[in-house]
């Protein structure tokens, strides 16, 4: 079975700065994707970034990007330039081929953009 | 229509009754999955549809639970005799496609508490 591992409960930035949450997940699978989904206290779970294993080239949107190593089984997502509206709960989550899209998530990561 | 809405938004009821929670997902999008996501944790894959066919409840946590889309378009999701571990929000989630890599997007969820 497929685990995604968030080890960080809490996080604070200040803005303007550069901020790195970590992402570890364990599969026997060669094919997959990786997200980055962001929840603010609105609840919506909004897509950030998204990652094709078989891609080695590091997806990257505005100012996120991701440090995608296939081997380790590691995905950060870096957020640069933090501003206030970064602030909320991101998730990292793991689907496989061939399962229709079923996501499977992490414990998530709280993330606080302070002025 | 804009995005996936969810209905109620605010469930209360009293252990033992049945629920029903709505999901309308964006027209047109075929795939739609359904997540229980508790109090500080990621959410978790309960069932998943691909238009009327329910190709897995894998996730679903007991008998009690009963996921339907009977035209393809709105999907309502069940629980019967609940219990207070059944307190969580339940995200629901439509993509366009029966491609896993069709980015997912999710409604507001529904907060059910279970007195």
């Known amino acids: 079975a497929q685990t995604v591992t968030q080890s960080q409960p809490e996080m604070s930035v200040q803005e303007a700065e550069t901020v790195t949450l970590s992402c570890t997940y364990d599969t026997s699978e060669n094919n997959y994707y990786l997200f980055w989904y962001k929840q603010p206290p609105s609840r919506q779970m909004i897509l950030v970034i998204r990652?094709?294993?078989?891609?080695?080239q590091n997806a990257t949107e505005n100012r996120f990007s991701v440090n995608f190593q296939k081997a380790a089984k590691s995905f950060s997502l870096k957020i640069s330039d933090s501003q206030l509206g970064d602030t909320a709960m991101y998730f990292c989550?793991?689907?496989?081929?061939?399962?229709?899209?079923?996501?499977?998530f992490g414990q998530g990561t709280e993330l606080s953009v302070k002025p | 229509g804009a995005g996936v809405s969810q209905s109620p938004r605010y469930k209360v009821a009293k252990r033992g009754q049945d629920v029903a929670l709505r999901c309308d997902p964006i027209s047109g999008h075929v795939s739609l999955f359904w997540y229980q996501q508790a109090l500080g944790q990621g959410p978790e894959f309960l069932t998943y549809f691909q238009n009327e066919a329910q190709l897995d409840k894998s996730g679903l946590p007991s008998d009690r639970f009963f996921a339907e889309r009977p035209e393809g378009s709105v999907s309502t999701l069940k629980i019967q005799r609940t219990q207070q571990e059944d307190s969580a929000v339940y995200l629901c989630?439509?993509?366009?496609?029966?491609?896993?890599?069709?980015?997912?997007?999710f409604g507001d969820g529904t907060r059910l508490s279970i007195l």
């Open positions: 989630a439509s993509s366009k496609g029966q491609s896993f890599i069709e980015p997912q997007h």
């Open positions: 990652q094709e294993a078989y891609k080695q």
């Open positions: 989550a793991f689907s496989r081929y061939n399962q229709g899209g079923k996501l499977i």
